[in-house]
């Protein structure tokens, strides 16, 4: 990468961050944040060069509202949607996957009917995670992350 677009993902996370850091000193409700976050991105793309520079910026961006409507409590309707998009633009890493996945699972006491998919989401993250050798940081952090959403879902009843 050169040095120059090296630099304009380091702002990019900057003005990330910012935005982020307004947001919650303002304590913005989730349509806000949405409404921000998703204009951010508009003004990001345009400066973007590449369509695999396009695709991250999108990917993080669904990443990052998926985890506020899951901070939310949005109802399906709204939380389906974003999760769709997640999966459609694919996920920037492993770490990503599983994130989104866990979030599903411990968002199932709100979609229980939802739980089929949620577990094979989980499941399939898993197998992904499993491909790492033993000793990786990933694997160990992607483990905990799965054992917990589980006991959450658990928690509510709601098993696999």
């Known amino acids: 990468m050169r040095l120059a677009r090296k630099d304009w993902w380091q702002s990019v996370a900057r003005q990330r961050e910012q935005l982020f850091l307004k947001l919650i000193e303002a304590r913005a ?84 009917k939802q739980a089929r998919q949620a577990f094979a989401m989980l499941a399939e993250a898993e197998r992904r995670m499993k491909r790492l050798r033993k000793s990786h940081h990933l694997r160990r952090e992607g483990t905990k992350s799965i054992a917990h959403a589980r006991a959450v879902a658990a928690s509510s009843g709601i098993t696999s």
């Open 29 to 112: 409700p989730y349509q806000d944040y949405k409404r921000a976050v998703l204009e951010q991105e508009k003004a990001l793309l345009r400066e973007a060069r590449t369509p695999g520079e396009r695709l991250h910026l999108q990917q993080i961006t669904a990443k990052e509202l998926l985890t506020e409507a899951y901070m939310a409590r949005v109802p399906w309707d709204e939380f389906g949607p974003l999760l769709r998009r997640c999966q459609r633009l694919g996920f920037a890493d492993l770490g990503d996957h599983v994130h989104v996945a866990c979030l599903f699972v411990q968002a199932l006491p709100h979609f229980p």
